[in-house]
């Protein structure tokens, strides 16, 4: 036999099973869509609402309350802000510059800082945020990692050779530190006629083969504010916000603190855009309801849609 160093472990398949049953159940980060020790995607179109939720999540997460009916443990979370200016996050988390809302000590936030650092110069500008998460992931013994946005972490990361790359130092850093990871990524251009797919994620095939867990935000023709959550993979568990039973939300901002309110389940296709055909006829029954002296509110219970999309209806006849 060679003698080279060995780097794989072999044990009989009823061996790993009893080592298995003596390692603890990973606890819930966000119900049964993310756990303990998974590394995921969270992915929507441009301003649909990603970084609310994901704010949302890394709230519950460092104080331990349910989120949207789902269960979490207590964490410590860093939340990697790459979109929002600190002004831009103090107005969205506030009623005014005095009614501040209260996170936990748990929930450390992180920004870029631009300063110049020569010693650095030689590193791209990608390497040295993904060495800057290491770097703020040990000092603050974090447990849970949030990333908003990916794309700061690989310029390109829609060539699968670049995801490969990026994805194998995030899985690294999760499986040597024990970190539950969760990375906001985005949608190009996709046909609203219809359901989301894991395809419908940029760089999905290089990306999404590698996750635990994917899960996305959807618009909704029910109203501006309206929209729906549904899991695309998860790697351990059953899927349970599947096409036929999606977390069905609307936006609000309530005691300083602009969240997802859940309305309970519903099939996805409720939220999709019917056909133009169809939309046409759904506004020119509205229009003969509001001309019989019906409200906008009496209107939209018949559509199952907000009074706001009913107005937006009637300016169109």
Known sequence: MPNKRNILTDKTANEWLEIGSRIIDPKP?????WHQGEVGILFSNTGKGKSILAVQLADAISKGNPILGENTDKYIVLYFDFELSTKAFQKRYSKSNTELYSFSPNFVRIEIDRGENSEDEKLSFEQLIINSITIQALKNNAEVLIIDNITYLAASNEKSHEALELMKIILKLSREYSISILLIAHTPK?????????????GSKALSNFVDICFCIGESVKGDNIRYIKQLKNRNYPIEYGQENVINCEIEKENSFLKFNMMGFGGEKEHLQASKTNEDKRILEAQSLKDAGKTNTEIAKTFGVSPRTIGRWLKLT
């Open 190 to 202: 996709r046909d609203i006629y219809s359901p989301i797919q894991l395809e419908d994620l940029a």
């Open 29 to 33: 980060l966000f119900g049964n869509i």
